[in-house]
């Protein structure tokens, strides 16, 4: 498969979709036959600058950060630069709302608007 942000955001609105519920980097990593080595730092930085280029994309369209389904195995979380992109768009206000909240306001938004559209 070549890889475009296409393909990523597709990805991750098709187990949006039909789990409904977050997966791991990992898990989307798989979809793409190990595109990324997450292994190596440089290759787990890229795959989390390539969500927020989706994300920010989603946002720009009036639409919920798709990234926040798209969490770490061990806390069921996303990485910082999540927190950071939703702050700079400003929909995030670390000072009002704690990261887990926020995160799970954001996943029902996702879940829900990707329940009834197509795209």
Known sequence: MVYTSKNLRDCIIQRVREIGKPITYGQVNQ???SYYDLSQSIQRHRFGEDLGDVSEFE???GRPLL???VVQKEN???G???FEMAERLQLYDPSKTSKRKFLK???EKVR???KTHLD
């Open 80 to 82: 910082n630069g999540f």
């Open 59 to 61: 946002n720009s369209q």
């Open 105 to 107: 306001q954001e996943q």
């Open 31 to 33: 979809f793409f036959d």
């Open 76 to 78: 069921g979380m996303p």
């Open 67 to 69: 990234s926040a389904f």
């Open 112 to 114: 829900e608007y990707w």
